[in-house]
């Protein structure tokens, strides 16, 4: 039986790679599609970043830090929009990434478990500066990597 899902051209091998193919065929997104994908998800992140800060004013700490990395990895996530999630994945975790990346996810864990947790006011506020100080450095390898500063490496 043919897959309805699979593109004119392939031939299929009932192989996961196929399965993988048929997946891509079947949710490709225009190059428009995708830039306004992007460009939503990156505001939706901002936005919510610079939302937190309400929590902060009414020291509500886990609702602040919950926000707050919320946006973070709606923001971070809107990169898959552009070059999709598998590459994404890719190049997060390639070898000049990775630690960067490692360093970046595990403090977005420990925030949201210390402040959900904990609940302390002052670890809560230095782990969100961590992790943007982490989030800015992993930025730095990306962009040094694609050709443009040469600090920070």
Excluded: H
């Excluded at 800060?53 to 929009?81: D, E, K, V």
């Excluded at 930025?139 to 050709?147: F, N, S, V």
């Amino acid at each position: 039986m043919k897959n309805p899902f699979a593109s004119q051209s392939a031939v299929s091998t009932g192989g996961p790679s196929d399965l993988m193919d048929d997946a891509c065929d079947f949710c490709t997104l225009t190059k428009k599609q995708r830039l306004y994908g992007w460009l939503m998800c990156f505001v939706i992140g901002f936005i919510l970043t610079i939302l937190s800060t309400l929590c902060l004013l009414t020291l509500n700490i886990t609702g602040f830090a919950i926000i707050y990395t919320l946006g973070n990895l709606i923001s971070l996530g809107s990169t898959g929009f552009l070059i999709g999630p598998l590459r994404q994945l890719k190049t997060m975790f390639a070898k000049v990434r990775v630690f960067a990346t490692i360093i970046y996810l595990v403090l977005l864990v420990a925030t949201l478990v210390e402040a959900i947790t904990l609940k302390n006011f002052v670890l809560t506020i230095i782990l969100c500066i961590l992790q943007f100080c982490a989030l800015f450095w992993y930025c730095a390898l990306i962009r040094k990597t694609l050709g443009g500063a040469t600090s920070l490496g």
